[in-house]
């Protein structure tokens, strides 16, 4: 099952994610069941992390390494990612989390312009109606 995900982050763009349960679907549910939430966004190479998240899951089908636009909860520091691109530790062509992360979407809009006005912003998680 897929849930589209409003990333409200006043008063700048919103960032429009589709959460898909074929991979991590415990945490997908949990991620759903506790929305909405706000939490502070911050920049990390072309990634978007936010601080410790309302999820608490532990690794599900969890992966080192990523692919461009993927949504994912980050176990070890409870938090959300949304992965623009490469990372400060990745190789070149890699995408590399801090730690294994468990996806669970998509980003469907915008695109990496983004990350040069959110860094410290307070967003809002929502379910799209």
């Not at 949990?30 to 601080?51: A, C, H, M, R």
């Not at 636009?69 to 190789?91: E, H, M, Q, R, S």
């Not at 983004?114 to 410290?120: E, P």
Request: aromatic content about 6%; proline content about 9%; hydrophobic content about 40%.
């Amino acid at each position: 099952m897929n849930h589209v995900i409003d990333v409200e982050i006043p008063p700048s763009s919103n960032i429009i994610l589709e959460l898909d349960n074929n991979t991590s679907p415990k945490t997908v549910k949990q991620f759903v069941d506790k929305l909405p939430f706000s939490l502070t966004l911050n920049v990390w190479g072309e990634e978007i992390y936010t601080n410790e998240s309302p999820i608490k899951m532990s690794e599900e089908n969890a992966k080192s390494l990523v692919n461009l636009n993927d949504v994912a909860y980050w176990p070890k520091g409870k938090a959300i990612c949304l992965f623009f691109g490469p990372t400060p530790i990745g190789k070149k062509g890699e995408i590399t989390p801090a730690s294994p992360v468990n996806v669970v979407g998509k980003i469907i809009s915008p695109d990496k312009s983004i990350l040069k006005i959110v860094d410290g912003k307070t967003a809002t998680f929502r379910l799209k109606l």
